[in-house]
């Protein structure tokens, strides 16, 4: 089992910035990728960003240029740099971690509302 502990959401005006982090403990290995997804209020959840285990990233249209996805292997986090946000970007992000072959984790979602 995996274990994801995501803490940094929060409310932050439209333009500003916002870093969430997801620290990852337990069966930590053979990770394919770490992932963000969001669900906007009334949505569904997307895809925001992953990155893999060599380091590529990927972003969905929406964030690309704005968000920036990295890890520290040393303390098995991913991060999420949020910048210029926009009110649209208003969801409950959570981290992901999938191992191989394909085993999906959750975090539990922490909210992130950017206010006009």
């Known amino acids: 089992q995996v274990q994801l502990v995501e803490p940094g959401g929060g409310l932050v005006q439209a333009g500003g910035s916002l870093r969430l982090s997801c620290a990852a403990s337990?069966?930590?290995?053979?990770?394919?990728?770490m992932n963000w997804y969001r669900q906007p209020p009334g949505k569904q959840r997307e895809l925001v960003a992953l990155?893999?285990?060599?380091?590529?990233?990927n972003y969905a249209d929406s964030v690309k240029g704005r968000f920036t996805i990295s890890r520290d292997n040393a303390k098995d986090t991913v991060y999420l740099q949020m910048n210029s946000l926009k009110p649209e970007d208003t969801a409950v992000y959570y981290c992901?971690?999938?191992?191989?072959?394909?085993?999906?984790?959750w975090g539990k979602g922490t909210l992130v509302t950017v206010s006009s």
């Open positions: 990155i893999t285990s060599d380091g590529s990233t």
């Open positions: 337990g069966s930590i290995f053979s990770i394919r990728s």
């Open positions: 992901s971690v999938v191992r191989y072959p394909a085993i999906n984790y």
